[in-house]
């Protein structure tokens, strides 16, 4: 599945949820759906900015990714496993949103997606911006990231979506 349809899911599943599943809170220390959403968006978003910031480039970077960076992209996608970002860059997303404003924001990140997709490969792939974990990345791969990222929260969603069931 492309990173597109599976985005195109996400959105769709929104509407199997209530306001008030959406927004449920399992135990300390776990997001809700709403926070999951809000979490992939808002990273989305940024990884677009990535790849237009690659794109507005002028300067070869002859630097390449880090260990991890190069494992990622070999693999197509992050490992599974739980990933805790540090106390600094862990700030709980937000969780007051409705069905509808999350699907209008993730429609945001989908026609961005489109208007980048015809055009992502024709920037000179020397032209990156440094990911603080995977190292120097082209405009490609910041938008390969971008389909990898929802692809390592599905998990997440399931196992959100099961604790739904058996409230």
């Given at each position: 599945m492309g990173a597109l349809q599976l985005i195109e899911t996400y959105k769709s599943?929104?509407?199997?949820?209530?306001?008030?599943?959406?927004?449920?809170i399992p135990e300390a220390g776990v997001w809700s759906l709403c926070q999951m959403y809000d979490h992939v968006i808002l990273v989305a978003h940024e990884y677009l900015d990535q790849v237009e910031y690659c794109a507005a480039a002028s300067e070869e970077q002859t630097l390449g990714k880090t260990e991890f960076g190069e494992?990622?992209?070999?693999?197509?996608?992050?490992?599974p496993i739980k990933i805790r970002l540090p106390v600094e860059m862990n700030a709980p997303p937000n969780n007051s949103e409705t069905n509808e404003e999350l699907m209008r924001r993730v429609d945001q990140v989908i026609e961005r997606m489109k208007d980048w997709e015809g055009k992502v490969d024709s920037i000179n792939p020397n032209y990156k911006i440094k990911h603080g974990g995977f190292g120097w990345l082209n405009a490609r791969e910041w938008?390969?990231?971008?389909?990898m990222h929802f692809r390592h929260h599905l998990r997440q969603k399931s196992e959100l979506e099961q604790r739904l069931l058996v409230k």
């Amino acid at each position: 599945m492309g990173a597109l349809q599976l985005i195109e899911t996400y959105k769709s599943d929104l509407q199997n949820y209530s306001v008030q599943q959406l927004r449920h809170i399992p135990e300390a220390g776990v997001w809700s759906l709403c926070q999951m959403y809000d979490h992939v968006i808002l990273v989305a978003h940024e990884y677009l900015d990535q790849v237009e910031y690659c794109a507005a480039a002028s300067e070869e970077q002859t630097l390449g990714k880090t260990e991890f960076g190069e494992k990622l992209f070999q693999n197509g996608g992050f490992p599974p496993i739980k990933i805790r970002l540090p106390v600094e860059m862990n700030a709980p997303p937000n969780n007051s949103e409705t069905n509808e404003e999350l699907m209008r924001r993730v429609d945001q990140v989908i026609e961005r997606m489109k208007d980048w997709e015809g055009k992502v490969d024709s920037i000179n792939p020397n032209y990156k911006i440094k990911h603080g974990g995977f190292g120097w990345l082209n405009a490609r791969e910041w938008y390969d990231l971008i389909g990898m990222h929802f692809r390592h929260h599905l998990r997440q969603k399931s196992e959100l979506e099961q604790r739904l069931l058996v409230k």
